[in-house]
C-alpha cells in the first residue's frame, strides 16, 4: 500500500480516536496498514505527529471560535459562546485534544501553537481595551493566560467531567469577562 502525508494523518486521527490519547507509533503504522519507517519517513517522529495534528486541532478551534462570533446577541454572549465553541470541540474530539496536549512538543512547536491559538482572543482584547479608551498592551499577556487556562481547564474537565459543558464555559466566563470587556485595571 501506498499512503501519502494525509492518509497517515487520517488514519492517526482514526486510532487515537478510537483507541485513544496512549497510542504508539506502532500502533498508528499498524492502523495505516504501513510499516514504522514508513510512517517515520513520511510524518517524521511523534514530535511531528503532534506537531501535525496540533495544527490541524487548532484550525478546528479557530472555526468554531469565528462561527460562534456569528450568533452573538452582545459581547459579553459571544464571548461566553466563544468559550462554549472551544470547550465543545475540545469535547467533541477530547482523546485527540488529549493526544496533542500530552505528546512532547519542542519549544518553538509549541510557542507557534499558542500564538496561532491566542491570535483571535489578542485581537479581540485590543480592539476592546482601545475602543474603551484603555491602554491596549496587556492584550498579548492576557491572551496567553486565556490559553493556557482554556487548556488546563480543559485537560482537568476531560478527566473527571466535575461539570457539564455549559457550567465549564459560564465559569471561565465568569473569571474572564471583565478583562476582556476592557473593565480590567488600565
Given at each position: 500500500m501506498v499512503a501519502d502525508r494525509e492518509q497517515l494523518l487520517a488514519a492517526a486521527v482514526q486510532v487515537i480516536r478510537s483507541d485513544g490519547p496512549d497510542v504508539t507509533m506502532d500502533d498508528i503504522a499498524a492502523a495505516a496498514n504501513v510499516s514504522k519507517p514508513i510512517l517515520y519517513r513520511t510524518i517524521g517522529d511523534k514530535d511531528a505527529l503532534v506537531a501535525a495534528l496540533s495544527e490541524s486541532f487548532v484550525d478546528r478551534l479557530d472555526?468554531?471560535?469565528?462561527?460562534?462570533f456569528d450568533r452573538r446577541v452582545d459581547a459579553r454572549s459571544?464571548?461566553?459562546a466563544s468559550l462554549r465553541?472551544?470547550?465543545e470541540?475540545?469535547?467533541?474530539?477530547?482523546?485527540?485534544?488529549?493526544?496533542?496536549n500530552m505528546g512532547g512538543q519542542g519549544t518553538d512547536s509549541f510557542r507557534h501553537l499558542v500564538e496561532?491559538?491566542?491570535?483571535q482572543m489578542y485581537d479581540g482584547f485590543t480592539a476592546g481595551r482601545t475602543a474603551a479608551g484603555l491602554d491596549p498592551a496587556p492584550s498579548?499577556?492576557?491572551?496567553y493566560a486565556m490559553v493556557g487556562a482554556i487548556q488546563v481547564v480543559a485537560m482537568m474537565w476531560l478527566d473527571d467531567e466535575y461539570?457539564?459543558?455549559?457550567?465549564?464555559?459560564?465559569?471561565?466566563t465568569?473569571?474572564?469577562?471583565?478583562?476582556?470587556?476592557?473593565?480590567?485595571?488600565?
Open positions: 472555526d468554531a471560535v469565528a462561527r460562534s459571544g464571548f461566553h465553541a472551544c470547550l470541540t475540545i469535547d467533541d474530539d477530547r482523546n485527540l485534544f488529549l493526544f496533542v496561532r491559538s491566542a491570535r498579548r499577556t492576557w491572551s461539570a457539564d459543558l455549559d457550567d465549564v464555559a459560564a465559569h471561565l465568569q473569571l474572564m469577562w471583565p478583562g476582556f470587556a476592557g473593565t480590567g485595571n488600565s
